[in-house]
């Protein structure tokens, strides 16, 4: 595989640790943003279901997106908020059209 990857991932807050999960993520999308490779990061809450978010990231190849995934952003708010995820589900994507 080669060129762009797209990163879909969703995590679904433990009970009562919406808020905290959120703000922790918050902060992991602003320093994800200036990794390297990164060409988009973006995080999405549904109206009516606050406790499940969605990753959408696009990144230049699978190897930045496997530094970031290793990097100090995703192991200090694994760290500080990997607690509060109560469900997690990842797919990895290459456009095709």
Request: charged content about 25%; hydrophobic content about 45%; proline content about 3%.
């Amino acid at each position: 595989m080669h060129g762009t990857l797209v990163i879909i991932a969703r995590a679904r807050a433990r009970q009562g640790f919406e808020e905290q999960m959120i703000t922790a993520q918050k902060t992991l999308v602003t320093l994800s943003r200036e990794a390297p490779g990164c060409l988009s990061y973006e995080l999405f809450v549904p109206v009516r279901d606050p406790g499940l978010v969605t990753f959408f990231e696009r990144w230049e190849s699978v190897n930045a997106w496997r530094a970031h995934m290793q990097g100090d952003a995703v192991r200090a708010f694994r760290q500080t908020a990997g607690h509060c995820i109560g469900e997690f589900e990842l797919d990895e994507m290459h456009q095709v059209a």
